[in-house]
């Protein structure tokens, strides 16, 4: 599995969950803390340029950002 970590506006973790699950088998999106917007997308090793794809679009529907590491570790 390949990590990938991202800010977003709080209110909208619980949209991104569900976007990204609509998608079946693309990435698990856990938030190791909710409450600062961080969040971790696990993503199979096949399936890595539809994350980003996925994610690049939903990064110009809301405010999601692409970031090298979290900042509250788990």
Known sequence: MIELY???PVE??????????AYEGI???TAPD???GEIVWEVPEGM?????ALA????REI???EVDELTQRR
């Open 48 to 52: 890595l340029a539809e994350a980003r």
């Open 12 to 21: 909208d973790i619980g949209y991104v969950v569900a976007v990204v699950e």
């Open 56 to 59: 690049a679009a939903l990064s």
């Open 27 to 29: 990435a698990v999106v």
């Open 63 to 65: 405010m999601l950002i």
């Open 34 to 36: 909710s409450d600062c």
């Open 6 to 8: 991202f800010r977003v």
